[in-house]
């Protein structure tokens, strides 16, 4: 997927001296690989390893990162969800002077005073995918949530083109993807107003926390027809508790993620478990690329916005055959 490239304005305004004050040159060199060539390090703070969606872009970092041989991964870690926790790892990799921190924020709030101490020291940060409060980053990567929203919700009406009953199973409450792909799916259901959301309830990504939540929903007896899971994982573990009560043909699963991997999205709409997901991308290739022109000096964009593919029963085997490549890393 290319992606398009969403340029900072040539208006300097506030919000831009402060980003560009932020923004480091290249950093020091600190050691070279056996040709001889300087080594720059990398630290990445993962939000949550335990999601598909964030092990697969584990995985392809690794594999991108390794195509430039002036580039090291020092490490990944992984914050299981914990802001306070994904704080102290960031300040860990502040106090290394690692020359590019790559951060998926937990949550926005917490971790945007470490990303401004490491502005402050001038490590350049790459943003993927959620957002923190500040644009005192180099460049922040990752696709449109409220349009990945609204794609979801554009499925759901011509899903239910009579109306009927839509639950929702949201990630962080306070995670901005959350917010924005609840925001984006509400806006398009809105076209029919025969179709309501009756239920919705935080299950934080977590596949096992979404079948407990639709076990607890079907008990009560209330009719659904639609259940819009904000990424795949919460989608299928729905579909496992509609299964689990032969309900799963009576109702609609709708995801977001569409990993090209066996139990992933792509492959559950190929096998009729949900009926429709979207390719959101890892942006693993285009941190690795951003991070090797940041080190070598080369300007970068302030925001990179990514593409995200429709993922349909007709195309579905072909695009598993596209992705499933890129997904082995």
Known sequence: MKPHRVLVAGTITAVALLAAACASTAPSKKSTNDNGDKVFTIGYSQSNNAEPYRAQLNKQLQFFVKKYKNLKLLSITDAHQSSATQVSQVQNFIQQNVDVLIVSPNEPDPLTAPVEAACAKKIPVIILDRSVNTDCYSSFIGGDNVAAGKKAGELAVQALPDGGNVVELQGILSDQPQIDRDKGFREAIAANPKIKIIQHREAKW???????????????????????????????????????????????????????????????????????????????????????????????????TLDITPVTPQNAAELYTKYSSEASG
Request: with cysteine.
């Open 206 to 304: 977590l596949k096992p926390n979404a079948t407990t939540i639709m076990q607890q929903w079907l008990q009560q007896g209330q009719k659904i027809d639609l259940v819009y899971g904000e990424n795949d994982p919460m989608a299928l573990g729905a579909y496992l508790a509609a299964a689990a009560v032969h309900k799963e043909k009576e109702i609609k699963f709708i995801g977001t993620d569409g990993l090209a991997i066996p139990d992933g999205g792509i492959r559950a709409v190929q096998q009729g478990q949900l009926a429709g997901t979207f390719v959101y991308p890892t942006c693993a290739q285009e941190a690795a690329d951003t991070a090797e022109a940041l080190v070598t000096g080369k300007q970068v964009e302030h925001k990179q």
